[in-house]
């Protein structure tokens, strides 16, 4: 499809891990971006892969790629109530500009 | 390091009135910067590309008389809105590459009443 794929809504309690998932849609992407948003607020850079990858891990966050289904997705672990905010993937697409397609963003509420 | 800084955070203004957004890469030089919106609850839109001495480049149904684009060195591009309407209000958002990245200003809140 056109557009960069997440789930809405995921609520977890605190001190679980969370899974947010997305599908980007340019295999040539060559990097593929995590962005934290707070209310209000910007995006934060929370991390990002390079597409030879297949993981990588910054403290509590975990990044997995699987290119073959354009998939990606971020692990946090041990979530706490500070993690809850609206996390988006982002995709640089082969289109000669270097701007980000964003997905739709996956709000995260954690319970305590 | 990479700190994006916007100008105002949040500006209320009568409808027929121009807003200038200012949006500063603080401790690096970028000669990209982007112009997004974001609507409540919704993903963010890019609205242009601004280029360190040259023309932006707009996005397809973004007018560039409305949305006046300046990159006028390599730490600062503006966004004018000019003779602003209620439906101009939105949540805009800068940023500015370095690299293979892109650092976030904390975005400008516009009301147009």
């Known amino acids: 499809g056109e557009d960069v794929e997440q789930s809405l809504f995921l609520s977890v309690r605190e001190g679980d891990s969370s899974v947010i998932n997305c599908t980007y849609t340019?295999?040539?992407?060559?990097?593929l971006y995590w962005y934290k948003q707070e209310p209000g607020a910007g995006l934060q850079l929370l991390t990002y892969?390079?597409?030879?990858?297949d993981m990588k891990q910054d403290q509590r966050l975990t990044v997995l790629l699987n290119k073959k289904d354009k998939h990606l997705s971020l692990r946090i672990a041990d979530t706490q109530t500070g993690d809850s905010a609206i996390y988006f993937c982002a995709e640089i697409r082969n289109t000669g500009r270097r701007a980000l397609t964003f997905g739709s963003g996956t709000r995260l509420q954690v319970q305590p | 390091g990479a700190v994006v800084s916007q100008h105002p955070s949040w500006v209320i203004c009568k409808s027929g009135t121009s807003v200038k957004i200012e949006c500063r890469s603080l401790d690096f030089q970028a000669t990209t910067m982007f112009w997004y919106r974001q609507f409540p609850k919704q993903s963010l839109m890019l609205m242009a590309t601004?280029?360190?001495?040259?023309?932006?480049?707009?996005e397809q149904g973004v007018e560039k008389d409305k949305f006046l684009i300046n990159h006028a060195s390599l730490t600062l591009s503006t966004l004018t809105v000019t003779s602003a309407h209620p439906e101009d209000s939105s949540f805009y958002i800068c940023s500015a590459s370095m690299g293979e990245t892109q650092y976030f200003g904390p975005g400008t809140r516009l009301l147009v009443l």
């Open positions: 892969i390079f597409s030879n990858m």
């Open positions: 340019d295999s040539s992407s060559t990097y």
């Open positions: 601004s280029n360190e001495g040259s023309k932006a480049t707009y």
